[in-house]
């Protein structure tokens, strides 16, 4: 089961092909080889990456 990288939640819902959200601080999440990528949805409809704010364990799934 996907946690949430952000904020350990387990309320991650599945919007796409590898793509997920988490409902409950509302970031975005890509899976690409095993590796998960966040973006916030900002006001303005556009993607800002929160990449940077995890280290690379955090953001390795294993599948
Ligand atoms: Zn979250």
């Excluded at 991650?12 to 590796?35: D, H, P, R």
Aim: aromatic fraction near 10%.
């Amino acid at each position: 089961m996907l946690k949430c990288p952000n904020c350990q939640s387990k309320d991650v819902g599945k919007i796409g092909v590898n793509q997920y959200y988490c409902w409950n601080c509302y970031i975005e999440m890509t899976i690409a080889k095993g590796v998960i990528y966040t973006h916030q949805v900002e006001e303005d409809g556009s993607l800002s990456s929160l990449d940077d704010l995890f280290g690379e364990e955090e953001r390795t799934i294993s599948m």
